[in-house]
C-alpha cells in the first residue's frame, strides 16, 4: 500500500512547475523586454535592477554550503556575466559598487529551499533566448555590448537545462523537503517581483 502511494507523489520538477507556474506567468507579463516604451536608457535600468537582485541572491545561495552535491556553481553563476554587461553599457566600477541591492530574499535554511530557488534561477535562462534574439532586433544587443545575460550559457543552454532537470531527479526529498522546494521556489519568484517593481522597471 505503501509502495502504491508513493507511485502517484508528484517529482520534484511537476511539484515545482504547477507550483510556480501562476507566479512565472505572472511576472513574465510585467517584463519590459516586448514593450514599445523600451529603450537603451530603460533596458540597463532593467539589467541594474537584475543585478541588485542577483547578487545578494547567488551570495546567499552559494554561501550558504547546504545546495545538495553535483550543482556546479563555477559553471552557473549570472553575477560576473550581469557586472560585464552593465561595465559594457557605461557604468564604472565604483557606480557598480553603490547600485542599490535587493533586501527581499527567499529563505535559503535548507537543501531543499535551495533546490527551490536554484530551478527559478535556471529556468530563466531559457527564456533569455527568445529575449536575446528581441534584444539584438530592437537595441542592437550582443554577447560584446551589454546583451551577454540574455545568452549566458550560449550554445550550452539546452543541455545545461537538461543537466539540471536530471540533477534534481537524483535529489531524494520527502513529501517535506518537495514542500520546502516549492515555497522557496515562489518566494523567489515574489521577492524577484517586489524588487523590479520597487525599481520601477516592470509594466
Given amino acids: 500500500m505503501h509502495q502504491a502511494h508513493d507511485v502517484e507523489v508528484p517529482s520534484l520538477l511537476e511539484a515545482l512547475r504547477s507550483g510556480t507556474a501562476l507566479l512565472h506567468v505572472a511576472l513574465e507579463k510585467r517584463l519590459p523586454f516586448f ?12 539589467l541594474e535592477a537584475y543585478y541588485g537582485f542577483y ?6 545561495l552559494y554561501d550558504s554550503a547546504l545546495i545538495p552535491v553535483g550543482f556546479d556553481q563555477a559553471l552557473r553563476v549570472k553575477t560576473p556575466t550581469l557586472y560585464t554587461d552593465l561595465t ?3 557604468l564604472s566600477n565604483q557606480a557598480l559598487g553603490a547600485l542599490p541591492l535587493s533586501p527581499c530574499l527567499p529563505r535559503l535554511d535548507t537543501p531543499a529551499a535551495c533546490l527551490g530557488a536554484l530551478y527559478v534561477l535556471e529556468g530563466a535562462t531559457l ?11 530592437r537595441l542592437a544587443l550582443d554577447a560584446s555590448n551589454g546583451g551577454a ?24 526529498l520527502d513529501d517535506i523537503g518537495r514542500r520546502q ?21 516592470l509594466l
Fill in 55 to 60: 547578487r545578494p541572491m547567488e551570495t546567499r
Fill in 35 to 46: 514593450s514599445a516604451q523600451l529603450n537603451a536608457d530603460r533596458y540597463r535600468r532593467l
Fill in 149 to 172: 545575460f540574455l545568452n549566458v550559457y550560449g550554445a550550452e543552454t539546452g543541455r545545461r537545462w537538461k543537466d539540471f532537470l536530471d540533477y534534481l531527479g537524483r535529489i531524494p
Fill in 88 to 90: 559594457a553599457l557605461g
Fill in 127 to 137: 527564456g533569455g533566448q527568445v529575449l536575446r534574439r528581441e534584444m539584438a532586433r
Fill in 181 to 201: 522546494a516549492v515555497d522557496a521556489a515562489c518566494s523567489t519568484f515574489s521577492c524577484f517581483e517586489q524588487w523590479l517593481d520597487s525599481r520601477e522597471v
